[in-house]
């Protein structure tokens, strides 16, 4: 398991497995982010395997499956609302980790974060978010 801390409340990483939900929790994440639609990959495990592993070491899950259609409002606000659902740090996965960091961003803009922190917490965690940066700049209202 592979993860990039991008803030205290947030880290983002690849493919994680049901078998890692038991780690996650004693690491002291609260709640598991799925981005992948199910069936991305062949041999990917299921959202439903997911869920029921989070379920079971304790943790709430949201599935917010991103595609090559890209990002919606509706797709923004379920992480926005999935983040602040969490009492205490989450952890979002997908394939690589850049859909979950691009979506964290735009829900942190959309909620009036400064786009050039944004950036530079990503920047950190490894992640490019230079292309997502107009409209980051947008959302956060300061276009």
Request: charged share 15%; hydrophobic share 45%.
């Amino acid at each position: 398991m592979h993860l990039r801390h991008i803030d205290d409340t947030i880290a983002v990483a690849p493919q994680i497995a049901p078998e890692d939900m038991t780690e996650l929790a004693a690491q002291g994440f609260v709640a598991v982010v799925n981005n992948r639609p199910d069936d991305e990959e062949p041999g990917q495990p299921s959202d439903a395997e997911m869920h029921a592993a989070a379920t079971a070491a304790g943790l709430a899950y949201t599935a917010i499956p991103i595609t090559h259609a890209g990002f919606s409002h509706p797709q923004i606000d379920a992480m926005a609302q999935a983040i602040a659902a969490a009492d205490g740090p989450l952890l979002a996965y997908c394939r690589s980790g850049t859909r979950s960091c691009n979506l964290w961003a735009l829900a942190a803009a959309k909620a009036g974060g400064d786009p050039a922190d944004l950036t530079a917490k990503a920047a950190q965690a490894g992640y490019d978010l230079s292309g997502l940066r107009p409209l980051l700049d947008a959302l956060s209202g300061r276009a």
